[in-house]
Nanobody, 117 residues
């Protein structure tokens, strides 16, 4: 069974930084889609950042220039570096991966990020 385990969330003041990690139990080498989503209370889940084999990173307009998605295939880990955090970034952040050769995509359990004003 594939597992995605997120970590790195927490409480941070506005302007601070956090780095989220998502460790996969399967190789992410050549994964076509690796992304981070977030969901705030009362809101729909939204895509924050994405990256994939042979693709450039892409970002939601609300986080462009502040967040950076990256991957370490040797560690089967996807990262989300979040800088200049704002209270509106408060949400549960989820990792999402579609592995090469697999028709199913997988979600992590989520990690809470809270930014205080």
């Amino acid at each position: 069974q594939v597992r995605l385990v997120e970590s790195g969330g927490g409480l941070v003041p506005a302007g601070g930084s956090l780095r989220l990690s998502c460790v996969a139990s399967r190789s992410i080498f050549r994964s076509p889609v690796m992304a981070w989503y977030r969901q705030a209370p009362g809101s729909q889940r939204e895509r924050v950042a994405g990256i994939g084999s042979g693709r450039s990173p892409s970002y939601a307009a609300s986080v462009e220039g502040r967040f950076t998605i990256s991957k370490d295939t040797a560690k089967d880990t996807v990262y989300l570096q979040m800088n200049s955090l704002k209270p509106e970034d408060t949400a549960v952040y989820y990792c999402y991966i579609k592995f090469a050769g697999d028709t199913q995509a997988y979600w992590g359990q989520g990690t809470q990020v809270t930014v205080s004003s």
